[in-house]
């Protein structure tokens, strides 16, 4: 199970946004490496790749994306929040079957 | 360029089945297995199953095992999801996405396929 914290964001644009990932079992697997990605789905879209493998920025993702994290607890960090930035934000695991989605994270702005 | 497009809105009644397709290109379809997520109206994102197209191998969530069988078709670079015994709590987007071995469940998806479940 992946517990997101909070479930709701309230930021002001230009500032900084964090969101915490927590597993229920470690996401490492047998060979050491860790398969947890966040997405962005803002409204009526389909989710988008932002981060894989705890801290890599998928292609086009501007760089104020960070993650962080390891075993467990893993955290998706804006460093400042854009407008275009609304939306929900998933962290998803794939280390294990089955493949497990966190509850979702609205990001909202002031 | 990576593109997945999904078919189109479904309409089923209660018990009846659903086949969803899921069309790629811009990538060589056979290395790369083909995730199925879906989510409810107002609801988060749900894993649904899995398949590698070069074994066929699946693998699927437990509230629907018994219900669904994947199957990809390598000539036409085609995935197929196929929901059987459908009740209102199939509702929901379901979306298709590409896995990449070894990094991530999903780098591209589908614009995802509305299946409506109602008497």
């Known amino acids: 199970v992946l517990t997101q914290s909070p479930l709701s964001s309230p930021v002001t644009i230009g500032q900084p946004a964090s969101i915490s990932c927590s597993s229920s079992?470690?996401?490492?697997?047998?060979?050491?490496?860790?398969?947890l990605s966040w997405l962005q789905q803002r409204p009526g879209q389909p989710p988008r790749l932002l981060i894989y493998r705890i801290s890599n920025r998928f292609s086009g993702v501007p760089d104020r994306f960070s993650g962080s994290g390891a075993g467990t607890d893993f955290t998706l960090k804006i460093s400042r929040v854009e407008a275009e930035d609304v939306g929900v934000y998933y962290c998803?695991?794939?280390?294990?079957?089955?493949?497990?989605f966190g509850q979702g994270t609205k990001l909202e702005i002031k | 360029q990576v593109q997945l497009v999904q078919s189109g809105v479904e309409v089923k009644r209660p018990g009846a089945s659903v086949t969803l397709s899921c069309k790629t290109s811009?990538?060589?379809?056979?290395?790369?297995?083909i995730t199925w997520v879906r989510q409810a109206p107002g609801q988060g994102l749900e894993w649904v199953g899995w398949i590698k197209p070069s074994s066929g191998a699946t693998n699927c969530a437990q509230n629907v095992l018994g219900r669904v069988t994947m199957t990809t078709d390598i000539s036409t670079k085609t995935a197929f999801m196929e929901l059987r015994t459908l009740t209102s709590d199939d509702t929901a987007v379901y979306y298709c996405?590409?896995?990449?071995?070894?990094?991530?469940?999903?780098?591209?998806w589908g614009q995802g396929s509305l299946v409506i479940v109602s008497s």
């Open positions: 996405a590409r896995e990449v071995i070894g990094v991530t469940n999903g780098d591209f």
């Open positions: 998803t695991q794939s280390t294990h079957f089955p493949y497990t």
């Open positions: 811009g990538y060589p379809f056979i290395n790369h297995p």
């Open positions: 079992q470690s996401l490492v697997n047998s060979a050491g490496n860790t398969y």
